[in-house]
């Protein structure tokens, strides 16, 4: 029996990584939620905007409603941002063009994060 006969009777061709690969999203938001309440974003982020909902532990997960999705993550990203120390760091509105506001996230990360950690955070954001 060669290599696929047997791939193809276990039913794991399509899973080079094991099975566990497809609960890695998951998992990975649910991080990001527990990160987010480590830096109370409760009363931080949550009071910034009324519009603004709890993160839900699978919120990024599922693509539902991807508009809302971009803009909470934005907003997100943007209000990290501030509590790092840039306070003038202007908040993403939500009809902003998607690519101008990126390319502000992504140039500040680059010219304000080390490079390792920017190559990390630029690497997760396009799994988005």
Known sequence: MDDNEEK???????LPEGPGKLYEPYIKNED????LKLLNYEDGF???????????????????NVGEQFFMFTSLAAWLIRKGGNESY????EFDDPNATIAAIMGHLRANVSGTFSYFFARELSSF
């Not at 193809?8 to 399509?14: P, S, T, W, Y």
């Not at 949550?46 to 539902?64: E, T, W």
């Not at 202007?90 to 509105?93: D, G, S, V």
Request: negative net charge.
């Open 46 to 64: 949550l009071k910034m905007n009324p519009a603004f909902k709890p993160v839900q532990r699978h919120y990024f997960v599922y693509s539902k």
């Open 32 to 35: 990001i939620v527990d990160k």
């Open 90 to 93: 202007e908040m993403p509105q």
């Open 8 to 14: 193809e009777e276990h039913g794991h061709e399509d």
